[in-house]
């Protein structure tokens, strides 16, 4: 018995062909099995190179030699105007979408070929009756450029900022380095929905986040300096942003670090 995929996920999804033509393809897949409806349907595609199981509330298939699984969902409601934000900074990884909305669906799409269900939280927002909290915390409308312009400005400064420590080595560092952490200190306060350069994490963080690391061990083994003293929005920005196991599993080796800046800048 041979399927082409598309038609049964039409099947599925209730779109395409009329119900009554949807019954007879049932029908007629099964009666080809024997007449055991309840058993899952065997599929092949054999133009696509997928093959799997649907019939239950999994598929499992191949395509382009990944391996996936699709596990049906049930679609979390609408939150609208009467709904609470969910809570931030949980671990929860989330895709606020709408489901009408061709290019979230793209993401969509994307979430359930790699078998992210469980990862990523599915976040309807009902753009027609929008929680109050949306604008804010989600899809800040009237700040998206500012933030835009404020990324360029702290990605140009990362020159700006390794010229003065890398300098300060040469003499005073715990004196001369000052400027740069300071201005990190003030940048970290222009947005209050996260604790990150742009409020969220972004490729601003990741710029930063190697040479700070390499910086506050250096500045504290060398001269006892601590960059996050009295600079509690700096600290914090540390703390999360060694949370995140993408930039975990990079950090560098802290001895090995000191030894190379000794011999690199102090001689020694």
């Not at 949306?134 to 899809?139: G, P, T």
């Not at 003030?186 to 190697?210: N, R």
Request: proline residues 6%; contains cysteine.
């Amino acid at each position: 018995m041979v399927v082409v995929v598309s038609a049964v996920l039409l099947q599925r999804r209730g779109t395409g062909p009329g119900e009554e033509g949807q019954e007879r393809l049932a029908e007629r897949t099964a009666s080809d099995r024997g007449g055991e409806r309840e058993r899952p349907l065997e599929l092949r595609s054999p133009g696509t190179g997928v093959a799997g199981v649907v019939g239950g509330d999994e598929f499992l298939g191949f395509l382009d030699g990944d391996e996936f699984t699709y596990v049906k969902e049930d679609l979390p409601p609408y939150l609208d105007s009467t709904s609470e934000p969910p809570p931030l900074f949980d671990g929860t990884t989330r895709l606020y979408t709408y489901y009408p909305c061709p290019f979230a669906q793209r993401v969509w799409i994307a979430r359930n070929y790699k078998g992210l269900q469980d990862k990523i939280k599915l976040v309807p927002i009902d753009l027609k009756n929008r929680p109050a909290w949306y604008r804010e915390k989600v899809y800040p409308e009237n700040k998206d450029h500012f933030k835009q312009q404020f990324a360029e400005e702290l990605l140009a400064y990362t020159d700006t900022l390794n010229k003065i420590v890398y300098t300060s080595f040469k003499g005073d560092a715990a004196k001369e380095a000052g400027s740069a952490f300071d201005y990190l200190e003030t940048a970290l306060h222009k947005f209050e929905d996260g604790p990150f350069f742009l409020g969220q994490f972004s490729l601003v963080d990741i710029a930063y986040a190697p040479f700070v690391e390499r910086f506050q061990i250096f500045l504290q083994d060398a001269w006892k300096y601590d960059i996050t003293a009295g600079r509690p929005k700096l600290a914090t920005w540390i703390e999360e942003v060694n949370k995140i196991d993408a930039y975990k599993h990079t950090k560098c080796d802290p001895e090995e670090l000191i030894q190379t800046y000794k011999q690199r800048f102090l001689g020694q």
